[in-house]
């Protein structure tokens, strides 16, 4: 099927869920604690269920692989990746720095990717077949900073707890040889980095559903998006996410966490 078609449904799949999510944002919705620590909410669970039922209608022989739903299909040919919303923490507080992720996996590799961010009204898309498109109702292009060197970046990424032991330390390099470091912003950082807002993001830790979507914006945008180890994303992947505006960026933080 063209990507054309799986887009169309992506979208309108996500305009549903966005209307969803709306009537929740800063008002007193019910939160539930999960095993691993991590929020979970009314807005959750009723987004990604509203996105599974249009993917799997449109495309019932596909999989599909979501935070907070079990997962079906997995070993089908296309699985389509959910986060519901990407900081719910930042959700629950009234930031509008969540997003709903979507990305579509061909043999466990991202090959479309949609952010979105309901509140704000922007998306960000990106495919190796649709390219690259940034929707914003005050405007903006999308496309990563044209920048080559580490002192001239500006790095992101959610919170120094992700990081232990020797992921601290090496992220502690890269950090120590970058511009600045801005801490927060979940999957909204990427997408900042796809409009040249943001020049690195690190994390570790990461599940599919958290990387799924993000890959294919970055690198339609002009990026490059692999592990710590300089190996693309797919399922299997240690959690380790590297996304940079440039494979010239790229390299260089690679080298400052000391695999190059």
Excluded at 133 to 146: A, E, S, V, W
Aim: net charge negative; with cysteine.
């Amino acid at each position: 099927m063209p990507a054309a078609e799986w887009l169309k449904v992506a979208e309108a799949a996500l305009d549903a869920a966005g209307a969803a999510i709306k009537p929740y944002f800063r008002a007193n919705v019910a939160t539930e604690q999960k095993p691993d620590d991590s929020p979970v909410t009314t807005a959750d669970k009723t987004a990604e269920q509203i996105l599974r039922a249009a993917l799997s209608k449109a495309f019932p022989y596909h999989g599909l692989l979501g935070e907070e739903l079990p997962a079906e299909n997995t070993d089908a040919r296309y699985v389509w990746v959910i986060d519901p919303i990407d900081g719910t923490r930042a959700f629950i507080t009234g930031r509008p720095s969540f997003c709903t992720l979507l990305g579509l996996l061909e043999d466990g590799e991202p090959i479309l990717g949609i952010i979105d961010q309901p509140i704000t009204g922007e998306r960000w898309i990106g495919g190796r077949e649709t390219g690259a498109k940034f929707r914003n109702p005050l405007g903006g292009k999308i496309g990563t900073r044209p920048i080559k060197t580490l002192p001239e970046a500006e790095l992101s990424s959610t919170a120094p707890e992700m990081f232990v032991a020797d992921g601290l330390t090496r992220f502690e390099r890269l950090k120590q040889k970058c511009r600045r470091v801005y801490w927060g912003g979940d999957a909204y950082a990427y997408g900042l980095l796809a409009i040249g807002q943001i020049d690195i993001v690190a994390e570790s830790g990461l599940k599919p559903w958290d990387w799924a979507a993000l890959a294919p914006v970055i690198e339609a945008a002009g990026g490059v998006v692999t592990d710590w180890h300089g190996n693309k994303l797919r399922l299997g992947s240690d959690g380790s996410v590297l996304a940079t505006a440039n494979a010239t960026l790229h390299a260089a933080a690679l080298e400052a966490l000391g695999e190059k």
